[in-house]
């Protein structure tokens, strides 16, 4: 079952503009981490939060984490046609068991 | 350094037939984790390996087994293949549960196509 859930499911933006997508999730967690992935290729980690941190930057890139609601966000400033990608949020449960639960993904489409 | 690195990029098989999927992880990794992403059902946890160990499990049937070698490459192995089993398969590695928080960093995955 998947763990956290993205919204939207879909983001169309026009290159300039931020991005901002969501992420709910239902367990206690060690942290929370996001992914990109261009079509058919693998992975790319992106961002980790852990749970006791409230908020995360790298580049162009802002991570929030609520853990009394459950929820992150990521933002992406200044969005360009490369960012184009689906983008997927990732818990790793409270304990030591290492997996990640993805949710189902957000397609992000940035526009020339 | 090299990234994970995952073989054969795609494959095809047909219903019943027995495939092996190769990972390599990032040197200096233990972990070694197994992803399935299909179509409408996103990505989803398989297996867990570390030092040669299957630490954990996904919610599928036996017929998805793998091992760690010496050496922490990888394999994961399907028998009696469905065509629900097409989908993309994701390898990751890290450092494994001593290293704290970490990302798991993938490779480029195998495409499973079963006619």
């Known amino acids: 079952s998947q763990q956290g859930e993205e919204d939207p499911q879909a983001l169309s933006i026009q290159e300039g503009e931020n991005a901002t997508m969501n992420c709910s999730y239902k367990?206690?967690?060690?942290?929370l981490q996001w992914y990109r992935q261009n079509s058919g290729r693998g992975l790319v980690h992106l961002i980790l939060?852990?749970?006791?941190?409230r908020e995360k930057h790298s580049g162009r890139l802002r991570v929030t984490l609520d853990t009394s609601k459950k929820s992150s966000s990521l933002l992406i400033t200044a969005s360009r046609a490369a960012d184009t990608a689906s983008y997927f949020c990732?818990?790793?449960?409270?304990?030591?068991?290492?997996?990640?639960?993805f949710g189902k993904g957000i397609t992000l489409s940035v526009r020339p | 350094e090299a990234g994970v690195t995952q073989s054969p990029t795609h494959l095809i098989k047909t219903r019943g037939q027995q495939v092996t999927l190769r990972c390599s992880p990032i040197?200096?990794?233990?972990?070694v984790y197994w992803y399935q992403q299909a179509l409408g059902l996103g990505l989803q946890f398989l297996l867990w390996?570390?030092?040669?160990?299957?630490?954990n499990r996904g919610n599928f049937p036996p017929r998805f087994s793998g091992r760690q070698f010496p050496n922490y490459s990888s394999e994961l192995n399907v028998n009696a293949l469905e065509l629900e089993d097409s989908a993309l398969y994701l390898c990751a590695s890290n450092r494994g549960p001593t290293g704290g928080n970490q990302p798991q960093h993938f490779g480029d995955g195998t495409r499973l196509s079963i006619l």
């Open positions: 990732a818990t790793e449960k409270a304990g030591a068991n290492s997996k990640l639960t």
């Open positions: 939060i852990r749970s006791n941190e």
């Open positions: 040197s200096g990794h233990t972990s």
């Open positions: 390996y570390d030092e040669g160990e299957e630490r």
């Open positions: 367990t206690s967690i060690n942290n």
